[in-house]
């Protein structure tokens, strides 16, 4: 920051305006840009160059990375490679997409998208403005833009990498250049990622070394130092493994907590709780029986020699069925009727086969002669699991809680679960799990404690709003909190029951709606009790609130998503342009924020 004494105090203060909350990487941009400015005056010029043409040059000599991200992986991946390609010295920047001013784009020079997409074919929250911008008649012809993208997706989901595919193939239509191929990566986003920052990082090398000029910065990436990571995580203990649904509900919900003692991780209110599950020995053993496979046959695959069993049990997904699996496995078992589901015309049938069927049931249905070797390389590498966060460090310490639902069910008379969630509430206490936290930025409490908090989590979606509420409190925030939560049936699946009924004596929570649809003949959901409270909950808004969404992707957040901009067209006057409008606007603003799955 420059020193008062440097400028007029009229100046000095629309620069703190200016610099006011960006990122290191957006500043380092504006450094580069005044840089420009003072090598034009240097040079003699009479007045400095124009914003436009400065823009440019300066463009002409960065490589610009923009990510969308719902869960962090895409982000990682995003400043992974801005790290490399500065260390190569390449002036570089990283942006999330919602940072991402588009009015730039027409000036950009080089531009690498990372882009994860999330549920049924839908980009991530912070990219929502980025990519309507981008498939709007507004978007710019880009005839100077070189560009590659990445997508990060999830091949159970027959729309796999469907925003990346659709961002890649608009800019192409603009004008611009794919200087290399679309990379689509599945869960094991390393195999397809880092060749592609490999092949990507060259190209940058070759037209930023070209058009480098006397000045050129770059921008250094100071990334966390941390001893636990994805990669190398912390073996945790756990503390305790408790239901919270009675024994009439339907759902086996659980509360754990687990120890940081030792761990020297911390985390914050919205962030995730990453958790390395293994596979049940049961389903390992049926997998091994259907296809008459050896469980001590040694595998390697990248120089990397494991026994089958041990493939099975740590390293592959053997729960979620994904759509390169089951073309692989159509053509080993020579199955029209598989074959038939992965027409381009059998969207719908192939979305509900994915979503019914586990690969076990595969392999009994339609038998198939598998190697050891073929069928490890054929599976989708085994995953970490990320949970939103149920608890505050200011309340529990060197703990960190989650609320688990217990995924169980019966297919075809057989049983069937999630591999996390069955990994977990097996465990005892006592009993050791692999653990790293994901920071999820855009999921925070307002830095002012005097604003207040709607809160919006039916099901095991409460979770980070038990975290918040508990932050809150021990903060001594002066804002007000409301929350929203639903479940079938108020007598077995009220989550946290004493829990909220004390914060309400106690004043840490202001205002408590519940949705119990299963308990009256019409059903009720949490978007039903907003449209009950429209408007107190616009009023609320209207004076500065910020509203938090937790939960499912699919049908509860489009849902509170339609009911939000129901109210401001009722209750607010504005019609369904300036309804979305103003939606999108607390979104950028960081007051409209969701976590979904």
């Not at 027409?106 to 990219?127: A, N, W």
């Not at 060259?202 to 990571?229: D, M």
Request: proline content about 4%.
């Amino acid at each position: 920051m420059l020193a008062p004494s440097y400028l007029p105090e009229a100046k000095h203060k629309l620069l703190t305006e200016l610099t006011d909350g960006l990122e290191s990487n957006a500043l380092s941009w504006l450094s580069g840009y005044f840089a420009g400015v003072a090598q034009g005056k240097q040079a003699g010029r009479g007045a400095p160059p124009a914003i436009s043409a400065v823009a440019a040059t300066h463009a002409a000599r960065q490589l610009t990375i923009v990510y969308g991200s719902q869960t962090g992986n895409a982000k990682r991946v995003a400043e992974s490679l801005a790290e490399r390609t500065g260390a190569l010295g390449l002036n570089t920047r990283v942006l999330r997409a919602d940072r991402y001013a588009t009015r730039e784009l027409k000036d950009e020079h080089l531009l690498y998208i990372v882009m994860s997409t999330q549920g049924e074919g839908e980009p991530p929250d912070d990219s929502l403005g980025f990519v309507e911008f981008l498939s709007s008649r507004r978007a710019p012809k880009l005839p100077q833009l070189k560009y590659a993208v990445l997508g990060l997706g999830d091949s159970s989901y027959p729309l796999f990498c469907g925003i990346a595919q659709n961002i890649d193939a608009r800019l192409a239509e603009l004008g611009a250049q794919r200087v290399h191929d679309l990379g689509t990566a599945d869960l094991d986003i390393e195999t397809v990622a880092l060749p592609w920052q490999d092949a990507t990082i060259a190209v940058a090398q070759k037209a930023l070394k070209q058009a480098e000029a006397p000045g050129a910065s770059v921008t250094p990436l100071h990334p966390k130092a941390a001893r636990v990571t994805r990669e190398q995580p912390y073996l945790a203990e756990l503390l305790l493994n408790q239901a919270v649904t009675g024994r009439d509900s339907q759902k086996d919900v659980r509360h754990l907590e687990i120890s940081l003692e030792g761990s020297q991780l911390s985390y914050q209110p919205g962030d995730a709780l990453g958790v390395w599950p293994t596979q049940s020995e049961a389903l390992v053993q049926a997998v091994l029986a259907a296809l008459r496979l050896d469980a001590g046959e040694a595998v390697e695959i990248n120089k990397v020699s494991r026994s089958l069993k041990e493939w099975l049990t740590h390293h592959r997904e053997l729960t979620q069925l994904t759509k390169p699996f089951l073309a692989a496995h159509a053509e080993l078992a020579q199955s029209a009727a598989l074959q038939a589901l992965l027409q381009a015309d059998a969207f719908d049938a192939l979305k509900e086969f994915l979503g019914t069927r586990q690969l076990i049931d595969v392999l009994k249905e339609y038998p198939a002669k598998w190697t050891a070797q073929g069928l490890v390389k054929a599976l989708r590498p085994l995953t970490p699991r990320m949970y939103s966060i149920a608890s505050s460090q200011a309340a529990v310490d060197a703990e960190v809680h989650l609320t688990l639902a217990n995924v169980a069910y019966e297919y075809e008379g057989e049983n069937r679960w999630g591999v996390a969630s069955n990994f977990l509430t097996r465990l005892a206490e006592g009993d050791k799990l692999p653990i790293f936290i994901e920071e999820n930025p855009r999921f925070r409490l307002p830095a002012d404690n005097s604003r207040d908090v709607i809160m919006i989590g039916p099901g095991t979606g409460i979770a980070p709003f038990r975290a918040f509420v508990q932050e809150r409190s021990a903060a001594g925030a002066s804002g007000r909190n409301w929350l929203f939560f639903g479940n079938p049936h108020f007598s077995s699946d009220f989550l946290y029951q004493t829990e909220w009924q004390r914060a309400l004596k106690d004043g840490d929570l202001d205002r408590l709606d519940l949705a119990f649809s299963r308990d009256q003949g019409e059903k009720i959901y949490v978007q039903h009790r907003l449209l009950e409270r429209a408007a107190e909950l616009y009023d609320w808004i209207q004076g500065g609130a910020h509203v938090y969404v937790c939960g499912d992707a699919t049908r509860m957040a489009k849902d509170v998503h339609q009911a939000l901009l129901r109210i401001a067209q009722e209750e607010g006057g504005l019609d369904e342009a300036q309804a979305k409008q103003w939606l999108d606007d607390l979104a950028a603003q960081g007051r409209y924020a969701r976590d979904v799955y």
